[in-house]
């Protein structure tokens, strides 16, 4: 009998727990703003023609905004957000590049 309750209350806590990651994981708010940034300032570098200027960070700022779709896809969140700031940063980089190095 007591092997029992322990289990049961063992289980108990584990519905919980389980509950609590389920409501945690829910409550994370889609990055659609910070993909949004993420995909203006992308647009922004490539008008800047970064391509030209600054090819490196360009390629850099797409290839973090492509692994924070997919992991947007995959309903990870908080890895897509903190992708998506990444590459805003890095596509803002190209642009200041990009202008700065035209307006030579």
Excluded: I
């Excluded at 389920?22 to 023609?49: G, H, I």
């Amino acid at each position: 009998m007591y092997l029992t309750l322990k289990y049961v209350r063992l289980s108990n806590w584990s519905v919980v727990a389980a509950g609590l990651l389920f409501l945690v994981a829910c409550a994370t708010p889609l990055p659609v703003q910070e993909m949004s940034n993420a995909r203006q300032a992308l647009q922004a570098a490539e008008a800047a023609d970064a391509a030209h200027f600054a090819p490196q960070d360009l390629r850099r700022a797409r290839r973090l905004l492509d692994r924070a779709s997919t992991f947007l896809e995959a309903g990870e969140y908080g890895q897509a957000r903190a992708l998506a700031v990444e590459a805003r940063m890095a596509a803002w980089r190209a642009h200041e590049l990009a202008v700065n190095h035209r307006t030579r």
